[in-house]
Protein backbone atom coordinates (compact mmCIF):
# COMPACT_ATOMS: atom_id res chain seq x y z
CA UNK A 1 0.00 0.00 0.00
CA UNK A 2 2.29 3.46 -1.05
CA UNK A 3 0.03 5.40 0.75
CA UNK A 4 0.86 9.08 -0.30
CA UNK A 5 3.71 9.47 -2.89
CA UNK A 6 5.65 12.52 -3.21
CA UNK A 7 8.34 13.06 -6.62
CA UNK A 8 11.27 14.38 -6.43
CA UNK A 9 12.92 13.62 -2.44
CA UNK A 10 15.42 16.55 -2.99
CA UNK A 11 15.79 19.37 -5.53
CA UNK A 12 18.33 22.46 -6.20
CA UNK A 13 16.55 24.97 -8.01
CA UNK A 14 18.03 28.54 -8.70
CA UNK A 15 16.57 31.80 -8.02
CA UNK A 16 13.69 32.62 -10.80
CA UNK A 17 13.43 28.55 -11.97
CA UNK A 18 9.91 26.78 -11.68
CA UNK A 19 9.17 23.66 -10.57
CA UNK A 20 6.13 21.05 -9.93
CA UNK A 21 6.37 19.48 -6.99
CA UNK A 22 4.16 16.14 -7.18
CA UNK A 23 2.01 14.18 -5.10
CA UNK A 24 0.13 11.46 -5.37
CA UNK A 25 -2.15 9.28 -3.13
CA UNK A 26 -3.86 5.61 -3.68
CA UNK A 27 -6.33 5.98 -0.72
CA UNK A 28 -9.20 7.38 -2.47
CA UNK A 29 -8.95 10.79 -0.13
CA UNK A 30 -11.21 13.51 -0.89
CA UNK A 31 -8.60 15.93 1.22
CA UNK A 32 -5.42 16.65 0.33
CA UNK A 33 -2.73 19.51 1.43
CA UNK A 34 0.46 20.94 0.86
CA UNK A 35 2.38 22.12 4.24
CA UNK A 36 5.79 23.82 4.32
CA UNK A 37 8.15 22.89 7.19
CA UNK A 38 10.90 25.67 7.96
CA UNK A 39 14.26 24.78 10.23
CA UNK A 40 13.29 23.87 13.83
CA UNK A 41 9.46 24.78 12.68
CA UNK A 42 6.21 23.02 12.70
CA UNK A 43 4.15 22.58 9.77
CA UNK A 44 2.22 25.38 8.05
CA UNK A 45 -0.45 25.07 5.11
CA UNK A 46 0.02 26.15 1.76
CA UNK A 47 -3.07 25.09 0.16
CA UNK A 48 -5.53 22.19 0.53
CA UNK A 49 -8.49 20.81 -1.82
CA UNK A 50 -11.37 19.02 -0.30
CA UNK A 51 -12.01 17.28 -4.00
CA UNK A 52 -11.37 17.62 -7.31
CA UNK A 53 -11.58 20.67 -8.90
CA UNK A 54 -11.90 22.73 -5.49
CA UNK A 55 -8.57 23.94 -4.32
CA UNK A 56 -8.50 26.89 -1.45
CA UNK A 57 -5.51 29.01 0.10
CA UNK A 58 -3.98 27.72 3.36
CA UNK A 59 -1.69 30.29 5.93
CA UNK A 60 1.35 30.76 3.66
CA UNK A 61 -0.18 30.22 -0.17
CA UNK A 62 2.09 33.41 -1.53
CA UNK A 63 4.54 31.69 -4.44
CA UNK A 64 2.99 28.93 -5.21
CA UNK A 65 -0.22 27.71 -7.24
CA UNK A 66 -1.76 24.22 -7.27
CA UNK A 67 -4.61 22.64 -8.96
CA UNK A 68 -6.46 19.09 -8.38
CA UNK A 69 -7.89 17.52 -11.39
CA UNK A 70 -8.11 14.35 -10.39
CA UNK A 71 -8.62 12.70 -6.85
CA UNK A 72 -5.90 11.04 -6.98
CA UNK A 73 -3.00 13.91 -8.05
CA UNK A 74 -2.44 17.28 -6.09
CA UNK A 75 0.64 19.03 -7.75
CA UNK A 76 2.65 21.92 -5.94
CA UNK A 77 3.91 24.83 -8.47
CA UNK A 78 6.31 26.85 -7.83
CA UNK A 79 6.27 29.75 -10.68
CA UNK A 80 9.98 31.98 -9.67
CA UNK A 81 11.99 30.35 -6.76
CA UNK A 82 13.08 32.50 -4.20
CA UNK A 83 15.26 31.68 -1.71
CA UNK A 84 12.28 32.33 1.29
CA UNK A 85 11.02 29.49 -0.41
CA UNK A 86 13.98 27.11 0.73
CA UNK A 87 12.02 24.58 2.76
CA UNK A 88 10.93 20.91 2.81
CA UNK A 89 7.50 20.19 1.55
CA UNK A 90 4.99 17.66 2.54
CA UNK A 91 1.55 16.81 0.80
CA UNK A 92 -1.04 15.04 3.36
CA UNK A 93 -4.28 13.21 2.15
CA UNK A 94 -7.26 12.49 4.39
CA UNK A 95 -10.83 10.84 4.23
CA UNK A 96 -13.33 12.33 6.58
CA UNK A 97 -13.64 15.21 8.89
CA UNK A 98 -13.35 16.76 11.98
CA UNK A 99 -11.72 13.93 14.66
CA UNK A 100 -11.68 10.96 11.79
CA UNK A 101 -9.52 13.49 9.87
CA UNK A 102 -6.58 11.94 10.22
CA UNK A 103 -3.53 12.90 7.95
CA UNK A 104 -1.53 10.75 6.70
CA UNK A 105 1.51 12.53 4.91
CA UNK A 106 4.17 11.68 2.58
CA UNK A 107 8.14 11.24 2.73
CA UNK A 108 8.67 14.89 2.33
CA UNK A 109 10.58 17.19 -0.50
CA UNK A 110 13.33 19.14 0.18
CA UNK A 111 13.53 22.22 -1.57
CA UNK A 112 16.56 24.56 -1.89
CA UNK A 113 16.62 27.72 -3.66
CA UNK A 114 20.20 29.31 -4.12
CA UNK B 1 -6.65 32.83 14.37
CA UNK B 2 -5.45 30.33 16.79
CA UNK B 3 -1.79 29.62 17.97
CA UNK B 4 -0.25 26.71 19.38
CA UNK B 5 2.61 26.32 21.92
CA UNK B 6 5.12 24.07 22.71
CA UNK B 7 7.34 25.81 24.99
CA UNK B 8 10.01 22.71 25.30
CA UNK B 9 12.30 22.54 22.08
CA UNK B 10 14.23 19.67 23.14
CA UNK B 11 13.80 16.88 25.63
CA UNK B 12 15.49 13.69 27.19
CA UNK B 13 14.54 10.74 28.83
CA UNK B 14 15.93 7.29 29.62
CA UNK B 15 14.81 4.24 27.86
CA UNK B 16 11.52 2.69 29.85
CA UNK B 17 10.91 5.58 31.99
CA UNK B 18 8.02 8.42 31.95
CA UNK B 19 7.94 11.59 29.88
CA UNK B 20 5.46 14.69 29.65
CA UNK B 21 5.81 17.43 26.78
CA UNK B 22 3.48 20.05 26.78
CA UNK B 23 1.19 21.83 24.93
CA UNK B 24 -0.41 25.01 25.49
CA UNK B 25 -2.95 27.01 22.51
CA UNK B 26 -4.95 29.87 22.06
CA UNK B 27 -8.76 29.92 20.81
CA UNK B 28 -12.12 30.97 21.31
CA UNK B 29 -13.55 27.92 19.32
CA UNK B 30 -15.48 25.66 21.54
CA UNK B 31 -15.38 22.92 19.49
CA UNK B 32 -11.71 21.26 17.97
CA UNK B 33 -9.93 18.66 18.05
CA UNK B 34 -6.48 17.92 18.87
CA UNK B 35 -3.90 16.28 17.39
CA UNK B 36 -0.46 14.79 19.13
CA UNK B 37 2.20 13.99 15.79
CA UNK B 38 5.40 12.15 15.40
CA UNK B 39 8.22 12.92 13.29
CA UNK B 40 10.80 10.40 13.49
CA UNK B 41 14.11 11.00 11.70
CA UNK B 42 12.69 10.17 8.10
CA UNK B 43 10.88 12.95 8.43
CA UNK B 44 7.72 11.11 7.27
CA UNK B 45 4.38 12.80 9.89
CA UNK B 46 2.69 9.92 12.14
CA UNK B 47 -0.35 10.68 14.13
CA UNK B 48 0.39 9.27 17.96
CA UNK B 49 -2.81 10.25 19.24
CA UNK B 50 -5.85 12.55 19.21
CA UNK B 51 -8.54 14.08 21.41
CA UNK B 52 -12.18 15.86 20.55
CA UNK B 53 -12.40 18.89 22.73
CA UNK B 54 -15.63 18.28 23.77
CA UNK B 55 -14.71 14.83 25.63
CA UNK B 56 -13.63 15.13 29.31
CA UNK B 57 -12.00 11.64 29.03
CA UNK B 58 -8.40 12.13 28.31
CA UNK B 59 -7.62 9.63 24.97
CA UNK B 60 -5.00 7.23 25.74
CA UNK B 61 -3.26 4.82 22.55
CA UNK B 62 -1.06 2.11 24.68
CA UNK B 63 2.06 3.74 26.15
CA UNK B 64 0.44 7.10 24.86
CA UNK B 65 -1.81 9.45 26.57
CA UNK B 66 -2.74 12.92 27.29
CA UNK B 67 -3.60 15.59 29.81
CA UNK B 68 -6.47 17.71 28.34
CA UNK B 69 -7.30 20.53 29.95
CA UNK B 70 -9.97 22.92 28.20
CA UNK B 71 -9.99 25.78 30.46
CA UNK B 72 -6.31 25.76 30.71
CA UNK B 73 -5.67 25.16 27.18
CA UNK B 74 -3.58 22.67 27.65
CA UNK B 75 -2.99 19.23 25.95
CA UNK B 76 0.19 17.49 26.84
CA UNK B 77 1.44 13.53 25.89
CA UNK B 78 2.43 11.45 28.24
CA UNK B 79 4.95 8.64 26.77
CA UNK B 80 5.01 5.70 29.76
CA UNK B 81 8.02 3.19 29.36
CA UNK B 82 9.91 4.81 26.51
CA UNK B 83 11.43 3.48 24.05
CA UNK B 84 14.51 4.07 21.77
CA UNK B 85 12.09 4.04 18.77
CA UNK B 86 10.17 7.32 20.71
CA UNK B 87 13.30 9.35 19.56
CA UNK B 88 11.43 11.97 17.19
CA UNK B 89 10.11 15.62 16.79
CA UNK B 90 6.68 15.50 18.38
CA UNK B 91 4.07 18.08 17.47
CA UNK B 92 0.92 19.52 18.76
CA UNK B 93 -1.70 20.28 16.58
CA UNK B 94 -5.10 22.23 16.78
CA UNK B 95 -8.05 21.87 14.32
CA UNK B 96 -11.43 23.79 14.48
CA UNK B 97 -14.39 22.07 13.73
CA UNK B 98 -15.68 23.88 10.65
CA UNK B 99 -12.06 24.32 9.47
CA UNK B 100 -12.01 22.37 6.42
CA UNK B 101 -9.18 20.11 7.68
CA UNK B 102 -6.82 22.40 8.28
CA UNK B 103 -4.16 21.94 11.18
CA UNK B 104 -2.41 24.32 13.06
CA UNK B 105 1.15 23.34 14.28
CA UNK B 106 3.24 24.32 17.25
CA UNK B 107 6.75 24.32 16.56
CA UNK B 108 8.06 20.99 18.43
CA UNK B 109 9.79 19.27 20.88
CA UNK B 110 12.69 17.40 20.20
CA UNK B 111 13.00 14.24 21.88
CA UNK B 112 15.54 11.66 22.46
CA UNK B 113 15.46 8.91 24.70
CA UNK B 114 19.04 7.33 26.00
CA UNK B 115 19.50 3.96 26.49
Redesign the interface.
Known sequence: NAGVTQTPKFRILKIGQSMTLQCAQDMNHN?M?WYRQDP??????IY?S?GAGIT?K??VPNGYNVSRSTTEDFPLRLELAAPSQTS?Y?C?S?YA???K???Y????TRLSVL | AQT?TQSQ?EMSVQEAETVTLSCTYDTSENNY?LFWYKQPP??????VI?Q?AYKQQNATENRFSVNFQKAAKSFSLKISDSQLGDTAMY?C?F?K?DA?????????TRLMVKP
Not at chain 1, 105 to 108: D, K, L, T
Not at chain 2, 42 to 47: A, F, K, P, T, W
Open positions: YYGMGLKLYVDGEVFASQGANIQFGAG | VPYSRQMILREFAMHGNMLTFGGG
